[in-house]
Each structure stands twice: as structure tokens, then as C-alpha cells.
């Protein structure tokens, strides 16, 4: 009876000791949350109003990466969804930019365009949509095939490119159609809309919300993390002359792309937590025995930081606003699942810039790129030096693509023509600092530095013929406002936090890359990684 005792006893012992969140073999569900354009300094220059269940739970439940940053050139949203949920870069999973120029079509193509499929809901000119221009998998497809596709995926965002590229090849996608105020999907997906959001659609909540005006949550004057409200380097609203608070919505909604204007509001961000309850709820998400995955994506702040700047403050109040959503939205899966028995991630697509002209006010140097300007130079030199003719067919995300087939006819050799073109925008334009051909790019391997992130952006066949880096702050836009693309940490920089199950509490300072999410939520959901993945799984938070 002792040695039966002491075999009990002993097994006890060894058995492993499980934190407070280990509660299930695998989560009920996994909440991937992709804020678009949310630089890291957001969790800390605003946290002073923030509440304790947003975005201070994330940091003091969850595990924070400080210094995570996109690893590659350019910093847009479609590449940045992509590689988020691909765990690889635009070299790898072929979404280079959201727009890019394809030389066999000799036309733009847009990250997430399909002629194959039509609208599903919303309008037609909105439901060509789909994910088959990414290439490789995404975990989303992976946790899929890992139950024989009884997992769930449910992608949602206001932007069309923020719901289908998380969703994967195998998932559901459902995006803001702003002609008609209504989400909607594509044929790739479904013939017919669900009824759930058939029925979410009929709440007409986009008119409810552009019914008011938007104002500030807290005094205007309390707002000290901002510049002046009313200022001559934001871009106003159609119709109005100034960017001050408050925003008369009702007013601006006929000029301002009517249902489309919510996007640039926090009511944009509500709207898309309304439909993440209601899909929860219409799918059964996390309630049916297998580990679903939801992907939010909140386009909103990118949407209000194009317009107003990182400095702004709309920026601020949205953020403001924006968190206490996120509180209501943790209590609530709380709920549906208990705490730890579901798993956030949430990051950025990209951050952002500040406004050239704002920066040039504070003495801080910067400045706006001409392409225009810089195009019609680089066809003079061209026709000087090559004779007369097309010889630039495209000149777009800071890459020009150069005619070959011109080049071919007249003998010239394309390598000649990259490194001559090269060498004369670095001699005469400001605001250009590096440039590299595409000879560069397939001959070397770059290991670090910007050239190593434009590499990492290369498409051996979609990229240009010469890849241009600008100066810090120097931006390609004439218009009020800012943007992003760039390799500076401005543009890079962007948070990585987990929270939920499994997850230990702390943080790290240790540089890490966008590309270490997918692998570390392989690692935790016991799927294959993605199968174009490269990036490395998170330890500190798999410890």
C-alpha cells in the first residue's frame, strides 16, 4: 500500500505545473486584431486616459515585443496583412504593394482584384475580391487544414484588402461596401450572403452612426498630446475649410463618399466590432469543440491618420475611443469563453509618417518628393541618351519600370540603361538617397540596412527595373495629410502583443519582425507553418 501511495505521490510530482491561463488543451478561439497604421509609442503616449481593460490589459496580462518592425520596403496595408498572417515578406508571398504595375498587362493591378468572382450583397463595382494573388499559405489556412477544415476562419474589415488577405485561401471574408453601406463577399467565398449578415445589414447601423456628429470624448482642451486642433498642415474634410472638431457627419456625408465617410471616423472601428459580435454569434465561433480563428481588421485609424496626421487630434481621440471598444470587446469574449480560454494577438499593418509640413515647421528636415516632375526628368535623359521613345512604362511606389522591349529593338542592354538612370537621379535630385536596379536586387544578397528591406519587398517577377529609397521624412505626396511605405522606423515600427491562453505576462525590448507571428501561433496552435513562412517563432512568449 506505501509503494502504491508513493508511485501516486511521485507522478504528482512530476506532472507539469500550468499558469493560470493554461486551462484547455488548445483555445476556443483565436482573435487576431490588426490596427492599420498603429505605430507602438500609441500604447504609451495615450495611455493616461486609457482604461484598464483595453489597452493597459494588453500590457499587463498579455506579452509585449517593444521593439517588433516590419522587415522589408514597402510598408503598405495589403503587403502588411499578408505578412502578418504569411509569416514571410512580399518577396515570398507576392503581395508587393496595394497597388502594383504588372508589365505583361501593361496596367496597375489592385493587392486583392479577381475578374473570376462577382459581388455577393453590397455593389458590384466592390465584389471582385479575393486572396488568389497572395501565393502562399496563411496560419489561417493552416489551422484549417489541421482539423480537416472544421475550424472556422472568419475575416472582417472595412477595407476589402484587411478582411480577404487574413482570411487566407480557405476562410470567409466579409468587407465595407461604402456605395451601399453594407458588408459584403464575393463568389469566392459564397453564392449568397449568410443569413447572420443579411440580417446584421438590416440594422442599418452605418446610418445611425453618420447621423451625429463626431466630437470629442473628452474637453478639447484637455487633449494635450496633440497640436493645435485647427492647423494648416491636416487635410480637411470635402467641403470644409478647416479640420476643427466637431465634424458635422450628416453635412458631410454627400460629399464625402457618402457612406464611405465612417471609414474616416471611430465609428468606423464600432461598426467593425458589431459585425466581429455578430459573426461570433452567427457562426459559433469558438463554441463547436475546435479552435476557430477571427480576424479584425480596424481600418479606421489609417483612414484618419492619412487625413490628419499622427500629431492630430482625431488621431488621439480615436485611439481614445478605440480603446475603450477593445475593453467592452475582451469582457464580452470573457463571457462567450472564459478568461484564458481564448487567444489575442494584436499588431499593425504599417505605421506612419508625420506630415512633412509640420516636421519643416519644427525645424526638422523633410520634404515632399515631385514624381511627377522626377518622371518627365528620367524620359528627357532617356530619349538624350537612348533616342526618342517610350523607354518608362511605369512609375509607381517609389519603383520605375523601363521599356524592354524597346530596349531589345534598339539594342541597348537593360543593365546599361538601370545603372546609367540610377546614377543620374542620385546626382540630381534631393530627397533621393539610395537607389538599386533590379540587377542589384537578383545578383547580391543583402543581409542588413534598407537594402536589405527593399530586398526582402523584391519580386523577381513584378518588381521594377530601379528601386529608390528617400530621405528620412521625405514623402512622394503634394497633399495635405501624411502616408507610409518607407524602411524608417517611423513606417516600421509597430507593436506585437499576445494575451489569453498560454500567454505569460511581461515584455521584451529584443528586436523581433512581423513575419514571427504566424510561426509563433504555429507553434502554439500545433499546425503546420505557413509553407512560404520565414519568419522564426516569438520564444519568450512559447517559454
Known amino acids: 500500500m506505501k509503494k502504491i501511495i508513493m508511485a501516486i505521490w511521485m507522478g504528482l510530482m512530476a506532472a507539469p505545473v500550468f499558469s493560470q491561463n493554461q486551462t484547455s488543451e488548445k ?72 497597388n502594383w504595375y504588372v508589365r505583361s498587362l501593361d496596367r496597375m493591378i489592385y493587392c486583392a482584384e479577381d475578374s473570376t468572382v462577382t459581388a455577393v450583397g453590397g455593389s458590384e463595382k466592390s465584389g471582385q475580391i479575393s486572396p488568389r494573388n497572395m501565393r502562399t499559405t496563411t496560419i489561417s489556412d493552416e489551422l484549417r487544414f489541421s482539423t480537416n477544415k472544421r475550424s472556422k476562419v472568419v475575416g472582417i474589415a472595412l477595407k476589402d484588402r484587411g478582411a480577404s488577405l487574413p482570411a487566407g485561401h480557405l476562410g470567409d471574408a466579409y468587407w465595407f461596401d461604402s456605395n ?19 440580417e446584421f445589414n438590416d440594422r442599418k447601423l452605418p446610418q445611425e452612426y453618420l447621423s451625429q456628429k463626431w466630437e470629442t470624448l473628452f474637453p478639447l482642451e ?11 498642415f491636416e487635410g480637411p474634410f470635402i467641403g470644409m475649410e478647416t479640420t476643427s472638431f466637431p465634424h458635422d457627419l450628416p453635412a458631410l456625408m454627400e460629399d464625402n463618399d457618402n457612406y464611405g465617410l465612417i471609414s474616416t471616423t471611430p465609428f468606423g472601428n464600432t461598426l467593425t466590432l458589431d459585425l466581429a459580435y455578430a459573426a461570433i454569434e452567427g457562426e459559433q465561433l469558438g463554441k463547436r469543440g475546435e479552435t476557430d480563428l477571427l480576424a479584425v481588421s480596424f481600418s479606421s485609424p489609417d483612414y484618419i491618420g492619412h487625413r490628419f496626421g ?21 469582457n464580452f469574449l470573457d463571457q462567450e469563453y472564459g478568461k484564458g480560454e481564448y487567444l489575442i494577438f494584436l499588431t499593425a499593418d504599417h505605421a506612419v509618417a508625420d506630415i512633412v509640413d509640420y516636421m519643416l515647421s519644427e525645424n526638422v528636415p523633410a520634404g515632399n518628393f515631385n514624381t511627377r516632375q522626377v518622371l518627365t526628368q528620367i524620359r528627357g535623359f532617356c530619349s538624350i541618351n537612348y533616342g526618342d521613345g517610350n523607354w518608362v512604362s511605369n ?9 524592354h522591349e524597346l530596349a531589345k529593338e534598339r539594342e541597348i542592354d537593360i543593365e546599361r540603361i538601370q545603372r546609367e538612370v540610377a546614377e543620374f537621379l542620385l546626382r540630381r535630385f534631393d530627397g533621393i538617397k539610395e537607389v538599386y536596379t533590379a540587377t542589384d536586387m537578383r545578383r547580391q544578397e ?31 505626396s503634394s497633399w495635405k495629410g501624411t502616408t507610409h511605405g518607407t524602411g524608417y522606423t517611423y513606417d516600421t515600427h509597430v507593436p506585437i502583443v499576445f494575451m489569453g491562453w498560454n500567454v505569460p505576462q511581461g515584455s521584451s525590448a529584443r528586436y523581433v519582425t512581423i513575419t514571427d507571428i504566424a510561426p509563433t501561433l504555429s507553434m502554439m496552435l500545433g499546425t503546420r507553418l505557413p509553407n512560404g513562412a520565414s519568419g522564426q517563432p516569438i520564444l519568450e512568449i512559447l517559454d
Open 27 to 98: 483555445p476556443k478561439i483565436v482573435v487576431g486584431i490588426v490596427v492599420d497604421q498603429m505605430r507602438q509609442e500609441y500604447f504609451y503616449k495615450y495611455q493616461e486616459r486609457y482604461t484598464e481593460g483595453g489597452f493597459k490589459r494588453l500590457m499587463s496580462e498579455g506579452y509585449m515585443m517593444k521593439n517588433a518592425h516590419y522587415n522589408y520596403i514597402p510598408t503598405y496595408t495589403g503587403p502588411g496583412h499578408a505578412s502578418v498572417y504569411t509569416g514571410t515578406t512580399p518577396a515570398t508571398h507576392g503581395i508587393i504593394a496595394n
Open 395 to 403: 512609375f509607381s511606389n517609389e519603383q520605375v519600370f523601363f521599356n
Open 222 to 232: 484637455t487633449y494635450k498630446q496633440s497640436i493645435e486642433d485647427d492647423n494648416p
Open 446 to 476: 543583402y543581409l542588413e540596412g534598407r537594402k536589405s528591406l527593399l530586398q526582402m519587398g523584391y519580386n523577381h517577377k513584378a518588381s521594377g527595373d530601379l528601386l529608390l529609397i528617400l530621405e528620412p521624412a521625405w514623402l512622394s
Open 180 to 198: 451601399t453601406g453594407e458588408f459584403m463577399t464575393s463568389t469566392y467565398y459564397y453564392e449568397n450572403l449568410p443569413e447572420w449578415v443579411q
Open 310 to 330: 499622427p500629431s492630430s487630434v482625431e488621431v488621439e481621440d480615436n485611439y481614445l475611443r478605440l480603446d475603450r471598444e477593445l475593453e467592452n470587446f475582451f
